[in-house]
T-cell receptor, first 107, second 115 residues
Framework: QKEVEQNSGPLSVPEGAIASLNCTYS??????FFWYRQYSGKSPELIMF????GDKEDGRFTAQLNKASQYVSLLIRDSQPSDSATYLC???????FGTGTRLLVSP | DAGVTQSPTHLIKTRGQQVTLRCSPK?????VSWYQQALGQGPQFIFQ???????QRGNFPDRFSGHQFPNYSSELNVNALLLGDSALYLC??????????????FGNGTRLTVT
């Protein structure tokens, strides 16, 4: 069983819509979770991290963590074509990454 | 403020050869982690260095080894290269004093191709 799981997508949303990206994890001891954005051929770029249950907002991005359900999500409001990328969820002591969800935002 | 820098950007090696990849962490960061990312996959944790010692290791064979220098820069060495070692190798640094679970800042990676 993979420690961090994501739907590979692609997730397609129109410009201006809310994109919802989801991630589940198996290690109940994981305390910190991260969302990275990776453009094709580029390295991962940190978007947000969250340590506590609940929501954390930063601009157009909101991370949500539910430790009881072992669930992490990332909401992107007012999606832009420039948001089109692969979004990687990561968590746990050794920062285990999921395989990523590809997001496509159409103009 | 320079970010994480890696060299070389691309490398082509033959099976059985050895390779050394280099990384300089972001200014102010003291911890370096190495990841392997195969095409279409998420990065896989290789190991983490802090205070010139390997602190944590992922599920990689002993052919993968590393080193951290007093200036916090790091090297990843891979011996007896296999075709399956072809991947993007990412270096990431953090200011976490070796603490796990700190936000990582990635370099642009080294694309290794083994033929």
């Amino acid at each position: 069983q993979k420690e961090v799981e994501q739907n590979s997508g692609p997730l397609s949303v129109p410009e201006g819509a809310i994109a919802s990206l989801n991630c589940t994890y198996s290690d109940r001891g994981s305390q910190s979770f991260f969302w990275y954005r990776q453009y094709s051929g580029k390295s991962p770029e940190l978007i947000m991290f969250i340590y506590s249950n609940g929501d954390k907002e930063d601009g157009r991005f909101t991370a949500q963590l539910n430790k009881a359900s072992q669930y992490v999500s990332l909401l992107i409001r007012d999606s832009q074509p420039s948001d089109s990328a692969t979004y990687l969820c990561a968590g746990g002591e050794k920062l285990v990454f999921g395989t990523g969800t590809r997001l496509l935002v159409s103009p | 403020d320079a970010g994480v820098t890696q060299s070389p950007t691309h490398l082509i090696k033959t099976r059985g050869q050895q390779v050394t990849l280099r990384c300089s962490p972001k200014s102010g960061h003291d911890t370096v982690s190495w990841y392997q990312q195969a095409l279409g996959q998420g990065p896989q944790f290789i190991f983490q260095y802090y205070e010139e010692e390997e602190r944590q290791r992922g599920n990689f064979p002993d052919r993968f080894s590393g080193h951290q220098f007093p200036n916090y820069s790091s090297e990843l060495n891979v011996n007896a290269l296999l075709l399956g070692d072809s991947a993007l190798y990412l270096c990431a640094s953090s200011p976490g004093q070796g603490a796990l679970g700190s936000p990582l800042h990635f370099g642009n990676g080294t694309r290794l191709t083994v033929t």
